[in-house]
Every structure is written in structure tokens, then in C-alpha cells.
């Protein structure tokens, strides 16, 4: 007779079953509209939004040093009306471990950008001076190389004002208040605090040291100074990668990301494989893929293991695949691999995550899939250097922290070290921040 029945089920479709509990086996959609999970999530979330107000149901809250009385209390032993009754327990104030706190001047804006760039070499040139010469917000005072005639070059093409031999002229000029530093892997820890004592806000290439030494004496300047640093980790400010974030922000599972990168050969002499010089290519490259998880996962991560292919006098650790644990449970291997042929695309980021998966092919298409439906994102490749580059010109001019956390930054650095270390040990290394 066209009648209704409801029924009130605690948990939902999936309690007991230990295929769906413990194996976690979903039910599909179409079988099962809301199960156990589903249940929890969608009250969780509808309290997140406040649709859903508790607060009237709670009738009784009860410090944990009296516990007992709260089961008195619901027990019966204590004639009361209750409904809801919490255990609170005291406020602990949690130790931020490894974070760096940044000083009030550095949320200080600045009405304006006024840049010198240390470094005039082939990468500066073919891809950092062209989005900084197109950059908002951004004016271009001086250019410092070694010799002084790559300086002259890149100044008279760029727009700067002058171009000079001379690395300390820029670190004294009072007219730039920031500073590029785009030279040599083994130059840039003492680039970095010099231009930071000197009261300069620092973009630093990649990487942010080659060694413990080094970035143990950057994380010193950095919590005295007033002024911000970031590193080229451009790969994380990507139109994809935001695209990428979006998906997953939701997440209530760790994830699984493998990263695999198509690297290419070089010689065991070139200036990036020594140690001392270029750090070697863990240290010196991968730690943007490392970077990257870090990104995704949230937080820098707490231990790695590391094996390579046998170098056979004609690789240096450059055939090596790290598998990196973080903090809340994801995993994420980095496959960084110079064997290949450099005719097939370099870089692809596989995640799955809680039922979704997402596949990122060259900083060109993004794929995700999420309940059997598949969205794909194409555009012309972006590894994100400009808008990481804008990020690093709103942090100044407005204020606050910087584009990448401190503590990001420093565990990623620290990472690599460990990765190399796990390498050469054959055994799992412990990353502290």
C-alpha cells in the first residue's frame, strides 16, 4: 500500500564482513550505495561543514583524572540524565620538531622586487633569465658570473642595469633587496648565507647543499635571518601538480607514488657526478623527484633504502632506485634511471590513493581515475618555473612564509644525503630533520 520502511543500522553494509573490513574489497555503487565507510565519511564530513551539530548531545564532559565518574554516570550508579557524555583530556601544546620558525621581519612586505642574479651560465640562460625578464613585479638591477663577460651578455639582453665579475658587489648592493643564485652546486650553501647575512631574500637552485656540513651552516643562517630563502623545486608549482594536489586533497589513506625518471648518460667525469663539485646526481637532480612526493605526502620523509645497477666503470650511482617512507604512512619510490634512451620521455608519476589513481606523463597530461571514471588534462609542458618564481615575488611583496616550508626544504636536502649513504651501506637510513 505504497509504504516506506527505514531501517536504522549501526555501521553499515560491510560490518563483520572481514573481505570489506580488513582486505579492504569495496562494494561497488550500484550494489551498495552506503557502507560502513561511506557511512563515517559522510558524517564526518557533514560535522566538518557544521550541517551537523553534536554539541546539543553532549550533556556531560568529564576531565580524564575522573574517568570513574563518568561510568557512574552512565552505568546508572549516579541518578543523572545523560545522553552524551565525552572524556576531555588536557591540552598538549605539540613540539613542531625541525621546523624552522620564521622571524617577524620576514612577514614584513616590500613594495617592491629589486633583483641581482649570481650565475650566467647555460641553464641560467636558456631557462631562468627569460621568466625573469618576463616576471611581474620583478625589477632587474644586476648580474654577477665569474669572468664577467657571460654577466655583460646576459645583462644586455635581459634588461639589467649592470653586469659584473664581482659576486660581493651585488651582496653589498643596497638597491636589491633579493637575490638569484644560479652557479655551481658546490658554491651555493656559501652563496646562500652570505646573501642572507646580507639581508637578501634568496632564491637558490637546486641544490640547497652538497653535504651535512654545508646545510647544517644554511639551516644556522636561516633561523637568524629576517629574510626568506626557497629552492628551485619548480616541479611542485606546476599548473599539473596543482591539478595533481586538488585530486588527492581529500585523501584519508596514505598514498603509493613511484616516480620514474628517464635521467640520461653522463659521463662519470662531467663536473655534476663529482662529489665535490656537483655532489653527484642523487644529490644534485633527484632531489627535485624527491621533492616532489614530499609535496604530495605532506611532509619530508623519515627513512629510505636505496639500491643501484652495478656502475661497471661507466656509470657513477646514476642507475639507482629509493624508496622513501613519510611520516603518515605513504610510501614513494623514485626510479631514477640513466641507462635509457633519451628519445623517450623523461619523467612519469604514477599515485594511487583510496580507490583513485593518477598517472602524470611529462608535465604534459594528467590522468585520473576515481569510481571507473577516467578525466585527462592535457597542456603544452610546464615544470612550473614561472609560477614558482612568481611565488617566490607574492612571498616578498606580501609577506608570510615562504613558497616552501622550511622544514620541507631542509628534509628533502637531508634526504638525498641519506639515500646516497643507504646506497652505499646497503641498508635502510634513518632521515632526520
Known amino acids: 500500500k505504497e509504504l516506506s520502511f527505514i531501517n536504522s543500522r549501526s555501521y553499515g553494509p560491510g560490518r563483520y564482513d572481514t573481505v570489506y573490513e580488513e582486505q579492504g574489497i569495496d562494494y561497488p555503487y550500484g550494489f551498495v550505495r552506503w557502507t560502513e565507510g561511506r557511512n563515517f565519511q559522510a558524517v564526518v564530513d557533514l560535522m566538518a561543514e557544521g550541517k551537523l551539530n553534536v554539541a546539543p548531545l553532549i550533556t556531560h564532559r568529564v576531565p580524564i583524572q575522573k574517568a570513574p565518574q563518568a561510568y557512574e554516570i552512565i552505568t546508572g550508579k549516579r541518578k543523572e540524565s545523560f545522553l552524551g557524555v565525552l572524556i576531555t583530556y588536557p591540552g598538549v601544546r605539540k613540539k613542531e620538531e625541525g621546523k624552522l620558525l620564521i622571524s617577524s621581519g620576514l612577514r614584513r612586505p616590500s613594495a617592491s622586487v629589486q633583483l641581482g642574479v649570481l650565475g650566467a651560465g647555460l641553464y641560467a640562460n636558456a631557462t631562468l633569465l627569460p621568466i625573469l625578464h618576463k616576471g611581474r613585479d620583478l625589477e632587474l638591477v644586476g648580474i654577477a658570473s665569474a669572468g664577467g663577460v657571460h654577466a655583460k651578455l646576459s645583462g644586455a639582453k635581459y634588461g639589467f642595469k649592470y653586469a659584473t665579475s664581482s659576486d660581493e658587489e651585488i651582496l653589498r648592493d643596497r638597491g636589491i633587496n633579493a637575490v638569484a643564485i644560479l652557479t655551481r652546486h658546490d658554491t651555493h650553501a656559501d652563496l646562500a648565507i652570505r646573501a642572507l647575512k646580507a639581508g637578501k631574500h634568496v632564491f637558490l637552485e637546486k641544490p640547497l647543499a652538497i653535504d651535512s656540513k654545508q646545510l647544517d651552516r644554511v639551516v644556522r643562517a636561516m633561523k637568524s635571518s629576517r629574510t626568506l630563502l626557497t629552492v628551485g623545486f619548480n616541479r611542485r608549482f606546476s599548473p599539473h601538480a596543482r591539478l595533481l594536489a586538488k585530486f588527492l586533497q581529500d585523501r584519508v589513506e596514505p598514498l603509493h607514488v613511484h616516480y620514474r625518471i628517464n635521467a640520461g648518460y653522463l659521463p662519470p667525469t662531467h663536473w655534476t ?161
Open 273 to 433: 657526478q663529482q662529489e665535490k663539485i656537483g655532489g653527484g646526481r642523487i644529490i644534485g637532480e633527484a632531489c627535485h623527484f624527491v621533492d616532489f612526493l614530499t609535496f604530495l605526502a605532506g611532509g619530508a620523509p623519515t627513512s629510505v633504502m636505496a639500491h643501484a645497477l652495478p656502475d661497471e666503470d661507466k656509470y657513477h650511482e646514476d642507475n639507482v632506485s629509493m624508496t622513501f617512507t613519510f611520516p603518515e604512512g605513504s610510501v614513494g619510490v623514485v626510479d631514477y634511471l640513466a641507462n635509457g634512451d633519451r628519445s623517450f620521455p623523461k619523467e612519469r608519476v604514477e599515485v594511487f590513493c583510496g580507490g583513485r589513481i593518477a598517472v602524470l606523463d611529462d608535465f604534459v597530461s594528467l590522468q585520473t581515475i576515481e569510481n571507473g571514471r577516467k578525466k585527462v588534462y592535457r597542456a603544452a609542458q610546464d615544470k612550473g618555473w614561472k609560477d614558482e618564481i612568481a611565488a617566490f615575488v607574492q612571498s616578498i611583496r606580501e609577506g608570510g612564509d615562504p613558497p616552501i616550508p622550511y622544514e620541507q626544504l631542509i628534509g628533502v636536502t637531508r634526504a638525498t644525503f641519506a639515500a646516497v649513504e643507504s646506497l652505499r651501506k646497503n641498508s635502510p637510513s634513518i632521515i632526520t630533520v
